[in-house]
């Protein structure tokens, strides 16, 4: 299969001399396409840190991070949708930044809310809509960007365990219908038991890997 | 709660000093006003004493004991310095010079005692000789050509002749007060002094008259008076009144400093008027600007509030962190805003101009600091306590909210309080309408505080209505806005409207106050060029030129002085314009006779000075017919006259001395004239008048300068013409003729306020928006995430800042002129003469407009610039 990205002897740090947090350091990883990783560990083991090198939005420090020019989808730990937009301008803005046709993007957001069931709450502002809902909202974006590689940081990780279910089939779904690398970052053991290999992560280091 | 405010001190820093300065502002512009408010006052009390050179003349009632009357003012705590002056009349003097012997009219002659100069040393100005013994007042030496050493024999009335020697010549520059008639009932036409005086030391008057006409004691006050001229003129009137009691009939007091305080109070009445006017709306604005700064981290707040109900904290908490917040804000504003205004004060008028008294100065910066943490519980303590009352958690977590027309737009207040206004502009600004009343000689003033309501209600209204025009913009106008967006934008332009979009009420709020910082600078600084405009007018219209020479009345100035005066280097014009009294019917009016030809070219003849017709057009009317004569509009309405009716005058005969009708056409109205008096005058062709009195005399003499400095061509005219000549300049005019509120209040007060326009143009235009966009810095990071580069984030920006920008340049601008229009119609009373047009100060406007689309730009570019940091920094510190 085809790699996506992988880390060689990857560290991030952050701060410097005595102030210096060490939050990832020597991982050597790699996501090829068809991937399904579940990236576990307690809170503060780097889980977050590794996926953000990962999706290219940090920089490692030591070592170094291949990667290929593919699409990336982002979910993120939490509310990411931007406040004074609504659902479905949400969902087109990737694709305008990107340099798609302001129609075009419309369409195809559109098209990712009804994969989501969220079409008709399009018009709604982030705030007039549940948690689940935002997430959701959150999955269609990256669907509707037709990623490669999709990157979740803890996607359920203020849900209920129904809402929860509900986001990790569609991200799954997902994965699977645009033949993409899937790694969600998740403390939960349900939601990590839902996908083919895990990653444990301990105090910055990636300990053990399972299939 | 310390935790709390470590929290704030630490994470909310600049919040927390933007709207400390917010605070700061307000409190800095009421002290500042009020301190300067306080000081001028006390100002105008202190000039009304200095001007007046003698504060009561006390006349003794005929068949009155004369000794009781000094004995009483003596014994009277109030009186410093009582001086007996007595005065006696002569039917003529008389002098010989060279072989001929020369007469005058009626006059006076004043015993006055050794040491009166020193003790009024306003009344007499000695010119020559001695300043003792017998003094020759000046026009009467030059009636009789006398100089000292001379002898000059008085024709006393009922006595027989006596024989004086010049001692010296003196000027009596108070003539009129000295010889005013005490106890004339209000309204009275005020009485001429003599043409010819003669001051006598007391010994030798009581040697001359055993009786005087009139015996007066000349009193000088204690001036132990309120700071407040209107106080100060309740207590002397009051303290004259008393003293009349007391003297039961044998005198009746001259009250001539409570006249210059009955003047000055309605000065002083003007000076709150401007202060209630022009202070209060930028004070009310700098506490709107704070409200809006705390207001754009209502959403954080309102999030915040949220976190620690959903952890148990209850509503009371919430009030008393809300509380801490305000009174951190309040006790450092308020001191920052006294230290500023102390500042500014040093900086506008100098140690010495600032605060009158300790105790004035403590209690208007107590009450400036009062208001100043008001302004903070209103802005902070207020919308936190609201929301901890009415809002519910999930609503607190709500940043945009559903968009909806609040109940104040839904009925049209903003409509209504614009009509409201205009009904009040209508009704002030009809004619006989009067701001302030000061009735002569009463100690009740008043302020017709209707007329407050006018731009109180413009204000509001025109805020409320920016308010709905933006948002309407925003909301159906959308399409528009995504339009300009798009050259920005491009492929976001859709994206970037519908943010801007929703933050309409935001925008809308930031666009209100902006607009409002800049007609609050418009109408301040037009209303200040427009009062210096009409002050210089006054100016010109009394000295008559930039500089004018009037030769004494008794002498003889051919119209040959001309080529004298314009040989002096400095002059670029002479127009001569002679001066007669005229009876109209029984009315005695000024005649001013003009050359048409040439008045206009060299005067600065206004329009306005005219009715019927341009300037051109009535002085026209002169030039084609030599007996054509321009009246005032008094005199057309008391002698019903219809253009082209004959008028016959009585003028004096330059060769006989005599009365002689002469008669002439009415031909136009004349309101203004220079150095015409405000009341009644005439003026005709000076050739006519010339030919039909016999004497082509020229009284003034008005002087143009080539663009050498006003009282320096005055000071060479002096050199030139000798000290017979009266020469005053446009310079020293204007600082004399100007009350104590031009003089004192009015400079100050504006300095201040343009200062602090520009201040809050510039914060208003640029703070809420830094601060705006602050609080989206969690939306640009996420939209950074998603792969928007800087330039992409600063369409977004960058858009905004155009649409705040033009808005508030369009919407301030519109409001600015209306206030403007309104101030001046309201406030016209402290205008004379009243304005034609508005000056518009465009110079200050540019730096205006300059500076806040600087403080727009320097908004954009923080904005964009924080927008670079890596995202996930930015989200990881919220």
């Known amino acids: 299969m085809n790699e996506l990205v992988g880390c060689e002897r990857a560290g991030r740090t952050y701060g410097r001399g005595r102030n210096a947090v060490v939050a990832v350091h020597g991982v050597d990883c790699a996501v090829t396409e068809g991937d399904r990783i579940a990236v576990t560990g307690p809170s503060g083991s780097g889980k977050t840190t590794l996926m953000h090198l990962l999706a290219g939005l940090d920089q490692p420090t030591s070592g170094h991070v291949r990667r290929r020019a593919v699409t990336v989808g982002i979910v993120f730990q939490g509310l990411s949708l931007l406040p004074p937009l609504n659902i479905v301008e949400n969902v087109a803005l990737p694709l305008l930044i990107a340099g798609c046709d302001e129609k075009e993007a419309g369409e195809r957001a559109l098209n990712a809310l009804k994969t989501v069931d969220l079409a008709d709450l399009a018009e709604r502002l982030p705030e007039e809509v549940s948690g689940g809902q935002a997430q959701r909202a959150a999955v269609a974006r990256v669907l509707a960007a037709a990623p490669r590689l999709i990157i979740a940081d803890e996607p359920t990780g203020q849900l209920d365990s129904a809402q929860a279910a509900h986001v990790m089939d569609l991200l799954v779904e997902l994965a699977t219908g645009l033949r993409a690398g899937l790694v969600v970052a998740t403390h939960d053991t349900s939601v990590a038991d839902r996908l083919t290999s895990r990653w444990e992560m301990r105090d910055g280091t990636l300990r053990s890997r399972s299939c | ?165 010049v001692d010296g010549i003196a000027d009596l520059p108070q003539a009129d007060s000295l010889f005013q008639r005490v106890g004339a009932p209000p309204g009275a036409q005020p009485q001429a002094p003599p043409d010819n005086v003669l001051l006598l030391g007391a010994d030798q008057w009581n040697r001359l008259y055993r009786e005087p006409v009139h015996r007066q004691f000349h009193v000088r006050l204690a001036h132990r008076l309120p700071a407040d001229p209107a106080a100060a003129y309740e207590q002397v009137t009051g303290s004259a009144r008393n003293l009349e009691a007391r003297l039961a009939g044998a005198g009746l007091v001259g009250d001539n400093l409570g006249s210059a305080l009955d003047a000055a109070r309605e000065d002083a009445l003007y000076a709150q008027v401007l202060f209630l006017f022009l202070g209060l709306p930028g004070a009310a604005l700098a506490a709107c600007l704070t409200a809006a700064i705390a207001g754009s981290g209502r959403a954080r707040r309102r999030g915040e509030q949220a976190l620690l109900r959903a952890r148990g904290a209850a509503a009371r908490d919430l009030v008393r962190l809300a509380l801490a917040e305000a009174l951190l804000v309040g006790v450092t504003g308020a001191p920052a805003g006294l230290g500023l205004a102390a500042i500014v004060g040093r900086i506008v008028f100098g140690p010495a101009g600032f605060g009158a008294t300790l105790p004035t100065t403590v209690a208007w910066g107590a009450m400036a600091a009062g208001v100043g943490l008001l302004t903070a519980g209103a802005t ?149 060029a427009t009062y210096r405009q009409q002050a210089l007018v006054d100016a010109q219209l009394t000295n008559g030129a930039d500089v004018t020479v009037s030769e004494s009345p008794g002498a003889y100035a051919p119209p040959a002085t001309e080529h004298r005066i314009s040989a002096v280097p400095g002059v670029a014009a002479v127009e001569p314009l002679q001066h007669r009294f005229a009876y109209v019917g029984s009315d005695l009016q000024d005649l001013y006779g003009v050359r048409p030809g040439t008045v206009l070219n060299t005067t600065r003849l206004q329009d306005a000075y005219f009715s019927g017709g341009t300037a051109r057009q009535v002085v026209d009317r002169l030039a084609h017919r030599p007996d054509a004569i321009l009246v005032s509009q008094e005199t057309v309405r008391d002698f019903q006259l219809h253009l082209g009716d004959t008028l016959r005058l009585r003028l004096q005969d330059g060769r006989t001395k005599r009365y002689r009708t002469v008669a002439f056409h009415y031909a136009g109205v004349v309101t203004e004239f220079p150095t015409a008096p405000r009341d009644s005058f005439l003026v005709a062709n000076a050739s006519y008048v010339a030919a039909q009195t016999g004497s082509d005399s020229v009284g003034t003499f008005l002087v143009t300068a080539d663009g050498v400095a006003p009282h320096t061509l005055a000071d060479r005219l002096r050199a030139t013409l000798g000290p017979q000549a009266r020469i005053t300049d446009l310079d020293t005019t204007r600082g004399v003729i100007g009350s104590s509120l031009t003089a004192v209040d009015l400079g100050g007060l504006t300095t201040i306020e343009l200062a602090f326009a520009l201040a809050l143009a510039v914060a208003a235009t640029a703070l809420p928006l830094i601060l705006g966009f602050t609080e989206r810095r969690r939306t640009f990071a996420l939209a950074r995430v998603l792969g928007a580069r800087p330039r992409q984030l600063g369409a977004f920006v960058w858009t905004e800042i155009l649409l705040v920008g033009l808005a508030t340049a369009v919407l301030g601008a519109l409001a600015g002129w209306g206030l403007s229009h309104m101030l001046v119609a309201i406030l016209t009373g402290v205008f004379d003469p009243p304005p034609s047009g508005l000056a518009v100060p465009w110079g200050y406007l540019g730096a205006d407009g300059a500076l806040a689309v600087t403080g727009l730009l320097v908004a954009g570019a923080v904005t964009v610039w924080a927008a670079r940091r890596p995202p996930l920094n930015v989200l990881r510190d919220l």
Request: hydrophobic letters at 50%; one cysteine or more.
């Open chain 2, 1 to 165: 709660m310390l935790i709390w405010l470590r929290g704030l001190l630490t994470r909310r820093t600049g919040r927390l000093v933007a709207s400390a300065s917010g605070v700061a502002v307000a409190v800095a512009l009421l002290a500042a006003l009020g301190v300067f408010l306080a000081s001028a006052m006390s100002t105008m009390t202190a000039r009304s004493i200095q001007r007046v050179p003698v504060d009561w003349q006390v006349e003794v009632q005929p068949g009155a004991d004369g000794a009781q009357v000094g004995q009483a003012l003596r014994h009277d705590h109030g009186a410093s310095a009582v001086r007996e002056v007595d005065f006696g009349a002569v039917t003529g003097f008389e002098s010989a010079s060279g072989g001929q012997v020369l007469t005058t009219g009626p006059g006076q002659v004043v015993g006055l005692p050794p040491d009166y100069a020193a003790v009024f040393p306003g009344e007499l100005r000695f010119l020559t000789g001695s300043s003792q013994g017998v003094l020759l007042a000046q026009q009467t030496a030059a009636n009789l050509h006398a100089a000292p050493g001379d002898t000059v024999v008085l024709h006393r009335a009922g006595l027989p002749d006596a024989t004086v020697r």
């Open chain 2, 380 to 528: 902070i303590l207020l919308p936190a306590v609201r929301d901890a009352r009415r809002v519910s958690v999930m609503e607190a977590r709500r940043a945009v909210g559903t968009f909806r027309w609040p109940a104040w737009a839904r009925y049209g207040l903003d409509a209504w309080l614009l009509a409201g206004s205009l009904v009040v502009f209508w009704a002030t600004s009809r004619e006989g309408y009067q701001l302030v009343l000061v009735p002569e000689g009463i100690p009740q003033i008043s302020v017709n505080y209707w007329a407050f309501a006018g731009p109180a209600l413009l204000w509001a209204g025109t805020g409320l209505l920016i308010w709905r025009l933006t948002c309407l913009l925003l909301g159906p106008g959308r399409p528009a806005v995504e339009r300009l967006a798009r050259p920005l934008a491009s492929g976001l332009a859709g994206t970037v409207a519908a943010t801007v979009a929703r933050q309409r009420r935001t925008v809308g709020r930031t666009v209100a106050i902006a607009a409002l910082a800049l007609a609050f600078a418009v109408s301040t600084a037009t209303f200040t």
